[in-house]
């Protein structure tokens, strides 16, 4: 059964929640973050989570949500955390787009917001940008592998960033 769901996954602060948000002011689709409805279930922010039951409690969270959109989610946009990537039904949940940007432009793109000091605070995989790399560099090849079209995000317009999801959801 086509769900009609669109996955966007990528790595931290590349911009999945923003452009999910920006797509439904373009096309009135509504979205949904995986890391919003855990947060949501569990009354706790992700880094909380992180901090008081450890990462492995975290996956284990992101894996009973994956299996919950399987079941129940149709005609809509989904914003993943960056490690959401590797649940193994993510294919049965919808058409998985990537959005791609280097290491640098991803850290350009957190430095340059407003709330810059939040978006690093609320993600304690950033806390140690070394590490955060190398983990980029692990997981670029991953998401290319898992993805059905990659979207690259990086310096682009979001005009033009829109209308080319459009063009993959059709
Ligand atoms: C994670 C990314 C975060 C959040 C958690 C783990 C990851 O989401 O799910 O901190 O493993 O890359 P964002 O990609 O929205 O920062």
Do not use: H
């Amino acid at each position: 059964m086509n769900k009609n769901n669109i996955i966007l996954i990528g790595f931290m602060g590349v911009g999945k929640g923003t452009i999910a948000r920006a797509f439904f002011k373009y096309s009135g689709r509504f979205s949904i973050d995986t890391d919003d409805l855990i947060e949501s279930i569990t009354k706790k922010k992700v880094k909380t989570i992180f901090k008081d039951e450890g990462e492995p409690y975290f996956r284990d969270l992101e894996k009973q949500c994956a299996l919950w959109l399987e079941k129940s989610i149709t005609n809509t946009v989904i914003s993943t955390g960056g490690g959401f990537y590797r649940q193994e039904n993510i294919k049965n949940i919808g058409k998985v787009i990537y959005l791609k940007s280097s290491f640098e432009g991803i850290l350009k793109r957190i430095n340059n917001a407003p709330n810059a000091k939040q978006k690093l605070a609320k993600r304690p995989l950033l806390k140690n940008l070394d590490e955060a790399r190398k983990l980029y560099d692990t997981r670029v090849k991953e998401y290319e592998k898992v993805a059905d079209f990659t979207l690259d995000v990086e310096d682009r317009d979001i005009e033009e960033i829109l209308k080319e999801l459009t063009s993959m959801c059709e």
